[in-house]
Nanobody, 123 residues
Framework: VHLVESGGGLVQAGGSLRLTCAAS????????IGWFRQAPGKDRVFVAA????????DYAESMEGRLTMSRDNGKELAYLQMNNLQPEDTAVYYC?????????????????WGQGTQVTVCS
């Protein structure tokens, strides 16, 4: 399982970013994909996850309403659209893949993780 995140950067409060998770080395359509984030000095926490077929997605309650997760199985890509970003959203964002579905990856169990992409939100 090889995953590479991109799309992070510096944005002002209220702005938006779209993160991309690019997959290779495994059959992408068989895996649920999840996003987690880790702020400095804090634990990695769940952000969003999407089912294998992309028909259902779950979001962290603290961010629900500001997130949309999607995937393109043909291109082996997953996306996380984040709107109305706030300084407390500053973190490294990681994507992971789970053969065992959304409920497994929501608790942080994954077959592999990417290296992460930094999101910094300034006020």
């Amino acid at each position: 399982v090889h995953l590479v995140e991109s799309g992070g950067g510096l944005v002002q409060a209220g702005g938006s970013l779209r993160l991309t998770c690019a997959a290779s080395g495994f059959y992408f359509s068989n895996y649920a994909i999840g996003w987690f984030r880790q702020a400095p000095g804090k634990d990695r926490v769940f952000v969003a996850a999407i089912s294998r077929d992309g028909q259902s997605a779950d979001y962290a309650e603290s961010m629900e309403g500001r997130l949309t997760m999607s995937r393109d199985n043909g291109k082996e890509l997953a996306y996380l659209q984040m709107n109305n970003l706030q300084p407390e959203d500053t973190a490294v964002y990681y994507c992971g893949a789970s053969l065992y579905g959304v409920e497994t990856i929501k608790v942080g169990t994954a077959s592999g993780w990417g290296q992460g992409t930094q999101v910094t939100v300034c006020s």
